[in-house]
T-cell receptor, first 110, second 114 residues
Framework: EDQVTQSPEALRLQEGESSSLNCSYTVSGLRGLFWYRQDPGKGPEFLFTLYSAGEEKEKERLKATLTKKESFLHITAPKPEDSATYLCAVRGAAGNKLTFGGGTRVLVKP | GAVVSQHPSRVICKSGTSVKIECRSLDFQATTMFWYRQFPKQSLMLMATSNEGSKATYEQGVEKDKFLINHASLTLSTLTVTSAHPEDSSFYIC??????????FGAGTRLSVL
């Protein structure tokens, strides 16, 4: 059974204070690790897909990296508008389902 | 990115009534859509996988007679909560699979059953 664990559960940052979110996973035959951003009362917004160890992707202040056991989402010099819950999910060999982690709630204070 | 529209965004109904939620892929065709449920401060829980032209696949513990799913076209899936009760109150979110890999999500529907 695929499993995803995210840490920390919550993160409070000052504006400009860089940090990293962790996503540890076990999966049979990884066919993609996904990062989403979710604002309160909204559906998740797609950020990145990573497929193989060593892969990195960037978008504005966010950078996602992948190893064989975990992924990191680095937030560089965050702004208050980066406040959200960040969700990590994996797609394994069986079917199209995503298995989600519990999410990390990020609050960036000005 | 691809756009998925979910309607209504909020619904309040009386106990015992049925509620239908629509999920549409606006700029792509989706043979596979998914329905999730999310409780406050928790992650997404997959309820069922909806496949165009065939029966939905429900996750363990999800009552298929309670949560009826129809995926009659390549751009529309519906979830009907039948005989809703207060314990069915939740945030329901759909997603559509674009191409081979990426799920794009709707904005969610907040269901409150009185």
């Amino acid at each position: 059974e695929d499993q995803v664990t995210q840490s920390p559960e919550a993160l409070r940052l000052q504006e400009g204070e860089s940090s990293s979110l962790n996503c540890s996973y076990t999966v049979s035959g990884l066919r993609g690790l996904f990062w989403y951003r979710q604002d309160p009362g909204k559906g998740p917004e797609f950020l990145f897909t990573l497929y193989s160890a060593g892969e990195e992707k960037e978008k504005e202040r966010l950078k996602a990296t992948l190893t064989k056991k975990e992924s990191f989402l680095h937030i560089t010099a965050p702004k208050p508008e980066d406040s959200a819950t960040y969700l990590c999910a994996v797609r394994g060999a069986a079917g199209n389902k995503l298995t989600f982690g519990g999410g990390t709630r990020v609050l960036v204070k000005p | 990115g691809a756009v998925v529209s979910q309607h209504p965004s909020r619904v309040i109904c009386k106990s015992g009534t049925s509620v239908k939620i629509e999920c549409r892929s606006l700029d792509f065709q989706a043979t596979t859509m998914f329905w999730y449920r999310q409780f406050p401060k928790q992650s997404l829980m997959l309820m069922a996988t909806s496949n165009e032209g065939s029966k939905a696949t429900y996750e363990q513990g999800v009552e298929k007679d309670k949560f009826l799913i129809n995926h009659a076209s390549l751009t529309l899936s519906t979830l009907t909560v039948t005989s809703a009760h207060p314990e069915d109150s939740s945030f329901y979110i759909c997603s559509a699979l674009a191409g081979a890999n990426i799920q794009y999500f709707g904005a969610g529907t907040r269901l409150s059953v009185l």
